[in-house]
Nanobody, 124 residues
Framework: QVQLVESGGGLVQAGGSLSLSCAVS????????VGWFRQAPGKQRDFVAA????????GYADSVKDRFTISRDNTKNTVSLQMNSLKPEDTAVYYC?????????????????WGQGTQVTVSS
């Protein structure tokens, strides 16, 4: 079984930055793509960013492109999401998830294991 733990959320003013981290443990991390999703109150869980196993391919939602950067360290089994120029509309619970595929997926259905989420609040 795979366990994921997110950290790094918090309260920040608009224009500020936060860095989220996702620690993966349990079954082998090898070959898995990892994604970040977010869910605001009363809304569906939306794709934010994803990275393939090798770390050489990434994908982003249009709303975060050029502001967020996803990266991974397979030696430490961690995936990070650097968030810059944050906006109030970025406020949500952020989840990391593992997809048992080597390629990037942007849909919730392709992800099998999920963390508990970390709250990000951006004040105006």
């Amino acid at each position: 079984q795979v366990q994921l733990v997110e950290s790094g959320g918090g309260l920040v003013q608009a224009g500020g930055s936060l860095s989220l981290s996702c620690a993966v443990s349990g079954r082998t991390f090898s070959g898995y793509a990892v994604g970040w999703f977010r869910q605001a109150p009363g809304k569906q869980r939306d794709f934010v960013a994803a990275i393939n196993w090798g770390g050489d391919r990434t994908g982003y939602a249009d709303s975060v492109k050029d502001r967020f950067t996803i990266s991974r360290d397979n030696t430490k089994n961690t995936v990070s999401l650097q968030m810059n120029s944050l906006k109030p509309e970025d406020t949500a619970v952020y989840y990391c998830a593992v997809s048992p595929t080597s390629t990037i997926k942007t849909t919730v259905l392709f992800y099998r294991h999920w963390g508990q989420g970390t709250q990000v609040t951006v004040s105006s």
